[in-house]
């Protein structure tokens, strides 16, 4: 059974502190994706890695960053949280078959600045 | 531009009843494909079904089934004989290619609710 999953289910940080939110999956997947979740517009594209130590920015980067340094392991870093930066935080896997296009999702994170 | 739009963001339908839910698309690239997530109030995505833009014929599993009409560019999700455990979040998606890479495009999302 495929299984993404992700260190927190909710997690609470105060304005400033540095943020890492992990993402393990372990089917193998070459490309691994973090999206923020917010009401009202669905799911946005933060980072994605299509292959270890590599990393391409998606539609919304600004403020975060990523660290692939496994293969089955995804790193989103908040270096300095921010209110505005609260949200659900999901990550996803995908295979890069010719036509795997499904993305494999992780429970998601709950994140609250304060 | 808005790529995915889904103008219906609550739905309510009686159980076993069919509920129709809307997505639209916009993409100047002649292959793409579909997607269907469904997320519950437990917050993991769940895949529901996919569609090629090339597929001929409309994709259907189990009790969901995606009218795709390509000329329209529409793709709603079908969900016959509603079922209480089919309330939840549902987001259509498209395929894209950006850069090289397959990425997922998102709509806002359409809240069902199945009443009793």
């Known amino acids: 059974d495929v299984k993404v999953t992700q260190s927190s289910r909710y997690l609470v940080k105060r304005t400033g502190e540095k943020v890492f939110l992990e993402c393990v999956q372990d089917m193998d997947h070459e490309n691994m994706f973090w999206y923020r979740q917010d009401p009202g517009l669905g799911l946005r594209l933060i980072y994605f890695s299509y292959d270890v130590k590599m990393k391409e920015k998606g539609d919304i980067p600004e403020g975060y960053s990523v660290s692939r340094e496994k293969k089955e392991r995804f790193s989103l870093i908040l270096e300095s949280a921010s209110t505005n930066q609260t949200s ?3 990550c996803a896997s995908s295979s890069q078959g010719a036509n795997s296009y499904e993305q494999y999702f992780g429970p998601g994170t709950r994140l609250t600045v304060t | 531009a808005q790529k995915i739009t889904q103008t219906q963001p609550g739905m309510f339908v009686q159980e076993k ?3 129709t839910l809307d997505c639209t698309y916009d993409t100047s690239d002649p292959s793409y494909g579909l997607f269907w997530y469904k997320q519950p109030s437990s917050g993991e995505m769940i895949f529901l079904i996919y569609q090629g833009s090339y597929d001929q014929q409309n994709a259907t599993e189990g ?13 709603n999700l079908v969900i016959s004989a509603s079922q209480l455990g089919d309330s939840a979040m549902y987001f259509c998606a498209m395929r894209e290619l950006r850069g090289g890479y397959n990425k997922l495009i998102f709509g806002a999302g359409t809240r069902l609710a199945v009443h009793p």
């Not at chain 2, 009409?69 to 529409?74: D, M």
């Open chain 2, 17 to 19: 009843e069919a509920v």
């Open chain 2, 63 to 75: 009790r969901y089934s995606l009218n795709f009409q390509k000329a329209r560019k529409s793709a």
């Open chain 1, 88 to 90: 659900m935080y999901l």
